[in-house]
């Protein structure tokens, strides 16, 4: 079962957080600032971290900070009151993952934790083969019996995305969200834009093809 790290000196948040997160079937321990999670981070593997950035003793900056320059890459959702440019540059900065603004939807929070560690299991996987396919998510590398190449990283990510789950349908707001972040400012037909290019890029493959589903989405088949 996943384990998330609550790092939230608010009471009543952090058990809002625990209870929702629970019912959603994941494991759940909280602390009240930064270095009770870092100290957490010490005793224990978490796979994900939700952080408050006001905290005592020490903030969820300093804390995101510290976990980077040690090495440490579980992703990080920021959730603050405070929604200033400035204040999220910081956050990302610092080495954050992802950043709401309070008051938090619980249902959004948990869209975005899913879609986080899904992101880091692409990350952790490292490498996929699809039949004489192979793509090494290190370096974006892509390796056919016939030559080796690399792609832009948002064409890599969206192929490796949909490889992973061959024949299941995604649809392209799905994609979006996975690949492109839910706050990105780029439409859907963007997704249309880079299939286009990976259909164009593949047309000669004979492990997989990419199949729209029309009016949904697309999804990887193998041949």
């Known amino acids: 079962m996943l384990k998330i790290l609550i790092v939230e000196d608010d009471g009543e948040l952090r058990q809002l957080f625990s209870h929702v997160l629970i019912k959603n079937g994941y494991t759940v321990k909280g602390v ?3 270095q ?3 100290d957490a981070m010490d005793s224990s593997y978490y796979d994900l971290i939700i952080s408050d950035v006001m905290m005592p003793v020490m903030d969820g900056f300093e804390m995101v900070r510290q976990l980077r320059q040690a090495g440490n890459s579980t992703p990080v959702l920021m959730i603050t009151a405070k929604d200033t440019f400035d204040d999220m540059r910081q956050g990302f900065l610092s080495g954050t993952d992802d950043y709401m603004i309070k008051p938090v939807n619980v249902n959004e929070m948990v869209l975005r934790v899913g879609a986080l560690l899904r992101r880091a299991q692409m990350i952790n996987d490292r490498r996929l ?3 004489s396919t192979v793509m090494e998510s290190d370096s974006f590398m892509v390796v056919t019996p016939e030559e080796s190449f690399s792609l832009p990283q948002k064409e890599f990510m969206l192929l490796y995305k949909m490889a992973s789950y061959p024949g299941r349908i995604f649809t392209r707001q799905q994609l979006m969200d996975e690949i492109w972040g839910y706050d990105s400012e780029s439409d859907t037909h963007t997704v249309d834009v880079h299939i286009g ?6 047309r000669n493959s004979t492990d997989f093809k990419i199949v729209t589903m029309r009016g949904v989405g697309y999804k990887v088949v193998k041949l």
């Open 36 to 38: 009770e999670g870092l």
């Open 197 to 202: 290019r990976l259909r164009e890029r593949f």
């Open 32 to 34: 009240t600032n930064g």
């Open 129 to 131: 083969v699809l039949g």
